[in-house]
């Protein structure tokens, strides 16, 4: 059986692992909102020369407001996240860089901040280039246009109090990894843990533990222990071999079953038949005995006696292995049935001709009637005359003198039913479901013994090869009713 696909475990597995995805991009999302919002609150601006201004604009409101402000310690506090290198050189010449700033850069600052002029109150960018000390301008100084360009004045009550510069472009990654590394690295690693154990717990760990106890009922299994199964709960991969494992462990416990009961029928069969030939081996051999003593003295009548019955044994001990071989051939599928069309009136009746003398004898009537679209029967002739004789010497034992024994052949739409039926005690509801096994007698429940205890066992065998079932019921004495199928 297919396992659906949203039981699959495979399925489980992926879906697992998109969850473990998807939770990874949400720390992740999660994790840039946060740093979006620590650098966003502290970068002042995307541009150089717009940060520097507002970083002039910062400190010269806080110098205005504290003129004994300890700058080093206010840039500290409020820009110690800025991760853009920026550099402040205070004309008392006091320099404050967060960073690694040249210093060509910063002498150019202090020039500037020594010999700048302001062209107006506010906060503008430094004044035009000017020539430099060994005769080199701004042009092709270290501190190019660009840099003036980006550094910014901080305006102290109308003076010029230092002057803030920007580095351009990005800011430095060594300095970003060095401030959040750390805690990259460890929100990283709790989601790594996270999606780890959430996968082992609810995807691989159920698996596991089922595939544990498949492997323990396995071995039990393998130990002899035919009671083992695995779990079939889930409905995924691991259900179907557990089902799988279980119909396995079934078969297999059903053909251990089969072979303990085979062992013991074959055990009762040999103590049957044992039984069965001892009989009459030993009636045989007494009389056989009785008449080799020499000091013994027998007249005529006697010793034909004494010879008539070990006669009649010898006959019931070939009866009896005749009836056995019979049963070995039909029961190892030897001997291929001959299909023939079969006039059951004449297989009556050639019954019927079979038993005559007894019947005469024991002034037993045999009825025979073949009702109308039952008059063939697509069948083995020889051997279905011999259940049929079977059935019919059976009743004829257990039919008192001046009884009634009637064969019927009754059609059905898709088979023909033959019955026996005799005027007997009929069987006891006990032996019904035992009367076809092999040397079974059900004496104590009939008036009258005799048989090998073969014959309803063959009866079985041959209809069974036919296709066909027999069954016993009582009805105003035994009845027997062989069904078979008319395609056969």
Known sequence: MTTPWYRS??????LGLFAFLALTLVAEAAIFFWMSDRISGSLPARQPVRAARIIAADLAAALEANPQLDVQAHIDEQYSNVLQTFVIVMRDGQTIANGEVPEPMIEGLRDDVRAGLLPGPGIVPLPPARPQRGGRGREGGPRGPRALREAAWV???????????VMPGPAPITRALRRYGPTLGL???????AGTFIIAFFVFGPARRRLRDVQEATARLGGGDLAARAPEYGGDEIAALGRSFNRMADELASRARALDASDRARRQLLADVSHELMT????????????????AHFDAPTRERYLRIALEETHRLEHIIGDLLDLARLEGGGGTL????????????????RHERELRERRVTMERQVHAGAETLPADAARLEQALQNLAANALRHTPDGGRVSLTATPQPEAIVLTVRDSGP????????????RFYKADASRQFAGGSGLG??????IVERHGGTVTARNDAGAVFEVVLPRGQ
Not at 9 to 14: E, L, P, S, T
């Open 280 to 295: 009459p081996l030993t009636a045989m051999r007494g009389y056989v005995e009785t008449l080799a003593m020499s000091e």
């Open 155 to 165: 305006i102290v009550n109308g003076e010029g109090a230092g002057l803030v510069a």
């Open 456 to 461: 309803l066992s063959i009866v079985k065998t």
């Open 9 to 14: 475990f495979y399925w489980r597995v992926a």
């Open 338 to 353: 001959r299909r023939e069309t079969v006039d059951l009136a004449t297989l009556f009746a050639r019954v019927a001709a």
């Open 187 to 193: 929100i990283g690693g709790a989601v790594l843990v």
């Open 426 to 437: 009929g069987i006891a509801p006990e032996h019904l479901p035992l009367i076809f096994d």
